[in-house]
C-alpha cells in the first residue's frame, strides 16, 4: 500500500532552501515579479525543475492580487509629521501621481513598535500594491523589511548603509556645497554647520557637501552641530556654536526649519544677521520666505521628489525596471547672507 501512496509535493520553502533563497524571494520569482535578480530568478527556477515543483493556483492569485493602493511609509512617531511642509508636499506629488494611475495613497507612521508591526503586517499580507519609504535611519528595520518584501518598494531618500535599487534622491551633497560656498564667496571664513541627524543619508550628504566646500577654500571645517530637522533643535544648535565659536560669522544650517531656528537665537543673542552672521539654510520651504530676514536657502524640488518616487512605484508595479532618480538642487538668495 505504502509504495502505491501519492507522492508528497515540494513546498515552497523546499523551493527556496534548494534555491539558497528566502522564501519571499522565491515566491517573487515564481510570480514573475520585477525586483528579483537575474541570478536568484535562476536558481528559483531551477530548484522548480529539481523538485517537481507545481505552484498552488489559489495561492499564485492571491500573491498577484492588486489592492489599488499604494502606502507612503514615514520612520517617525509624530502623526503631526504629516503637516510638515516638507512632507506635506511630498504628499502632494505622490498622490498626483498615483491619481493618474487609479491608485489610493495610505499613509503610515513606523518608529513605535506597534508602528512597525503595522509596517510588517503590510507588507506580510500585501495590503498594498507597493510601498513608498522615507526619513529611514542607520539601522533601521524598515530596510531589512522592504528587502524582504514581496511587493515593490521605492525609497525616497538613499537609506544608509543599504544597496537599495529603486529611490528617489536629491543632490544633497551638491546643494550643501554650493551653500557654504556661497558664504565664502561672501567673505565668511568662520562657517559652521548645523547638521541634520548623522544617522540619516540626508544628514551626511548634506554635512559632506558643507566640508567639501571649506576644504576646496583652504578652510578649516568646525565640528558639527547635530539637530534634528526641527526649529527648536535648530535654535539650540545655534546656541551651542556661539558658545564654543563665538568668532563664527556664517552658518549653513542642513534645513529651513534648523535654519529659522538659527535665526532665532542670533536674534536673542544680539547678532546681526548678515552683517555679523550670514546664514543659509536647506529645502526653500514657506518658512524660509517668511523668516525674519528672509532665508537664503537651497531649493529641492520637494513636490517632485514624491511625484517621482510614486511614478517609479507605478513603473515596478507595472512589471518594468527603473533606474535611480537623483533631482537637482538650486541655490535662492534672500537677505540672510
Known amino acids: 500500500m505504502a509504495a502505491n501512496a501519492p507522492r508528497r509535493q515540494p513546498t515552497l520553502d523546499e523551493v527556496a532552501e534548494r534555491a539558497g533563497v528566502s522564501r519571499s524571494v522565491a515566491s517573487r520569482a515564481l510570480n514573475n515579479a520585477p525586483h528579483v535578480s537575474r541570478a536568484k530568478r535562476e536558481a528559483v527556477e531551477r530548484a522548480v525543475r529539481q523538485l517537481g515543483y507545481v505552484p498552488n493556483p489559489t495561492a499564485r492569485a492571491l500573491a498577484t492580487r492588486q489592492t489599488g493602493a499604494a502606502a507612503l511609509v514615514v520612520s517617525g512617531e509624530d502623526p503631526s509629521i504629516f503637516a510638515d511642509p516638507f512632507f506635506a508636499q511630498v ?48 539601522d533601521d528595520p524598515l530596510a531589512g523589511m522592504a528587502e524582504e518584501a514581496e511587493m515593490p518598494v521605492v525609497f525616497g531618500g538613499r537609506p544608509v548603509g543599504s544597496a537599495a535599487r529603486w529611490y528617489v534622491d536629491v543632490d544633497n551633497v551638491g546643494g550643501a556645497r554650493e551653500a557654504t560656498e ?105 518658512v524660509a520666505q517668511v523668516a525674519d530676514p528672509p532665508l537664503t536657502t537651497v531649493h529641492q524640488p520637494v513636490t517632485a521628489l514624491g511625484r517621482e518616487m510614486a511614478r517609479m512605484l507605478v513603473t515596478l508595479i507595472n512589471g518594468h525596471d527603473p533606474t535611480p532618480l537623483i533631482l537637482p538642487t538650486r541655490l535662492v538668495t534672500r537677505s540672510s547672507a
Open 182 to 286: 556661497y558664504l565664502v564667496s561672501r567673505g565668511r571664513t568662520r562657517v559652521a554647520a548645523i547638521c541634520g541627524r548623522l544617522d540619516t543619508e540626508a544628514g551626511r550628504a548634506r554635512y559632506r557637501g558643507y566640508q567639501d566646500a571649506l576644504l576646496a577654500a583652504g578652510l578649516d571645517p568646525l565640528p558639527p552641530q547635530e539637530g534634528d530637522f526641527t526649529e527648536p533643535s535648530g535654535a539650540a544648535a545655534m546656541a551651542v556654536l556661539l558658545t564654543n565659536h563665538p568668532d563664527l560669522d556664517g552658518v549653513f544650517a542642513a534645513n529651513d526649519n534648523m535654519a529659522a531656528g538659527a535665526l532665532r537665537t542670533l536674534r536673542a543673542a544680539g547678532r546681526a544677521v548678515p552683517a555679523d552672521v550670514a546664514v543659509v539654510g536647506f529645502d526653500d520651504l514657506t
Open 91 to 138: 504628499i502632494v506629488g505622490a498622490s498626483t501621481a498615483l491619481d493618474e494611475a487609479d491608485l489610493h495613497l495610505m499613509l503610515c507612521l513606523a518608529a513605535s513598535d506597534r508602528g512597525r508591526k503595522r509596517v510588517e503586517e503590510l507588507f506580510r499580507s500585501r495590503a498594498a500594491d507597493g510601498v513608498m519609504l522615507m526619513a529611514l535611519r542607520e
